[in-house]
């Protein structure tokens, strides 16, 4: 798993936009000008409760990839909706795993490929301390299949104009304000569906 | 819901083993064992099945959770003798076995009707103009469904081991599809939810679904129209049994009509014949089974309160039901 920031996107996002009524693009370049623009990600990916029928529990939380949402459900047929950035190891599998830890400012410690392709990130390769620089961001879900870390996180970034982007690198991630506000609703052990998004997903977790 | 794919032979050969080690383990004489295989509307059958039997007839109960196959092995060695909801076609091998060439188990013969084949969310149908299965064959329809972005749609055909599963694969090579879709395959979790998503944002949608089902009762689905089934057409070849099943299979017509059917030992029109003239006409219907199976899976109901609830509100028909027993 690696947390690299680059920018190289395989598929591209269509947000709505409400004023021309129109699907548009939005790719790397776009969303760091609207960022810098509006201070804020698109209104498409900003936190909401939004209807969603479902059989699922209360307490869920379901990964639309394809949309970039990522739905936490609520009683009476009703989710919180977040906006998130995906990354390509996001694209590689669809299934059913559960929350097995969760993280304050967590530790992130870059791979070993990653330290050779940027010899600068040597000096992290026990573990860079958490805190605004670091990518996992204010909180990182830690995914577990069976009892087993599935090395796939949901984490907070610093980097909110990424957020529903597919990037190069990168698991699930979220604005900080938006995955503090979901870590502290979700509890060890909740269910996660990661919904199917497209024919790679289908080799299996 | 798990469709029967190769465990006939699993089912087969354990009976036999069991045969040959002379083993037959017996329920208690006074005692119904009913097999709870894993999908939402038999468990809750199965609990209304427990209420009434405990009720009306005065007999203790079991619920043994476990697989189909299980359940007709263990209907023909004694150890089960209910098994409440078994789909055919879907468990024709399982039927034809146990029921016409063992003579162990029989069919009740009041089946409730069900279907199955491919749906589309409403907002799908009308909005995308996706009508008929074989506009799923026609390359720039089925783009309206690609979420990778390879030009190919995306489809759910069920979960990996359901027999459902195979056959779909079948239809989709008969009818053409399987070169402009990608045929998934993913745990039924996994492919209601998103379901429920595509509902959520008005993405399009095409799935494997069957009825009863809670997802009906959840969402506005439409089936695809396709041709009227023609036994002459439909010609399912065991993939197990020949590398060349799916080349060698045909199915590009609908589904044959399907019901869902109680399922019980033939020893049990001996040891509690009032029991097995009373399977026989138990009359389900499927808006009944659909709304049991909502209360327990979306309203998440205890099953064994839901049933008593369901019991205690339906006693004329529940007593219908023993008057017409023979």
């Not at chain 2, 972005?149 to 759910?156: A, H, K, N, P, S």
Request: with cysteine; proline share 5%.
């Amino acid at each position: 798993m690696s947390f690299g920031m680059g920018f190289s996107s395989p598929t591209q996002t269509q947000i709505y936009d409400a004023r021309s009524g129109k699907w548009v693009s939005y790719d790397p370049s776009q969303a760091r000008e609207y960022f810098q623009r509006y201070g804020q990600t698109p209104e498409e990916f900003q936190r909401r409760i939004v209807p969603f029928r479902t059989a699922e529990k209360p307490g869920t939380i379901v990964i639309d990839a394809d949309r970039h949402f990522l739905y936490y459900i609520l009683p009476d047929f009703q989710a919180i909706r977040y906006g998130i950035g995906v990354g390509r190891e996001g694209f590689g599998w669809a299934g059913i795993v559960h929350v097995g830890r969760k993280a304050e400012w967590p530790t992130w410690t870059p791979p070993k490929d990653m330290i050779e392709r940027d010899p600068r990130l040597t000096k992290y390769a026990n573990g860079m301390p958490g805190g605004i620089d670091n990518p996992l961001g204010a909180r990182a879900l830690y995914l577990y299949e069976k009892n087993r870390d599935s090395l796939y996180r949901i984490h907070g970034t610093n980097e909110p104009w990424t957020i529903g982007l597919n990037l190069s690198s990168g698991c699930i991630r979220m604005n900080n304000d938006d995955v503090i506000d979901l870590y502290n609703r979700v509890t060890r052990g909740a269910k996660v569906i990661v919904l199917m998004t497209g024919a790679s997903l289908f080799k299996g977790v | 819901m798990i469709r029967f794919g190769s465990v006939v032979a699993v089912a087969i050969g354990l009976v036999v083993s069991l045969a040959a080690a002379g083993q037959s383990v017996s329920a208690r004489a006074d005692e119904i064992v009913i097999g709870v295989p894993s999908w939402s509307s038999a468990n809750a059958t199965a609990h209304v099945l427990e209420t009434i039997l405990e009720d009306r007839f005065g007999v203790d109960v079991v619920l043994k959770e476990t697989s189909n196959a299980e359940i007709f092995a263990g209907m023909d060695d004694g150890t089960i003798q209910i098994h409440p909801e078994v789909w055919l076609p879907n468990y024709k091998a399982l039927h034809d076995e146990y029921v016409l060439r063992r003579k162990s188990v029989v069919m009740s013969p009041r089946g409730v009707p069900a279907s199955q084949g491919i749906c589309v969310t409403q907002a799908t149908y009308d909005g995308d103009g996706i009508h008929t299965i074989q506009d799923l064959a026609d390359p720039e329809k089925a783009k309206v469904f690609d979420t990778n972005g390879d030009g190919r749609g995306e489809i759910w055909i069920g979960a990996p081991g359901w027999n459902s599963t195979k056959v779909e694969q079948i239809r989709a090579h008969d009818y053409g599809y399987d070169k402009t879709m990608q045929l998934l395959q993913a745990e039924e979790t996994v492919g209601l939810a998103a379901v429920d998503a595509a509902v959520a944002t008005g993405k399009p949608m095409a799935f494997y679904c069957y009825e009863p089902h809670h997802v009906f009762e959840l969402h506005d689905l439409v089936y695809l129209d396709e041709p009227a089934h023609d036994p002459r057409k439909w010609q399912i070849v065991d993939a197990e049994a020949d590398g060349d099943w799916l080349e060698k299979s045909k199915a590009g017509v609908a589904w044959p009509p399907s019901f869902l059917h109680i399922f019980y030992a033939k020893a049990l029109e001996e040891s509690q014949p009032e029991i097995a003239s009373f399977l026989k006409s138990v009359n389900l219907d499927v808006d009944t089974v659909s709304q049991m199976t909502y209360a327990l899976v979306v309203e998440r109901r205890d099953p064994a309160e839901f049933a008593r609830e369901w019991v205690d509100g339906h006693g004329e028909r529940i007593s219908g039901w023993i008057e017409d027993a023979d």
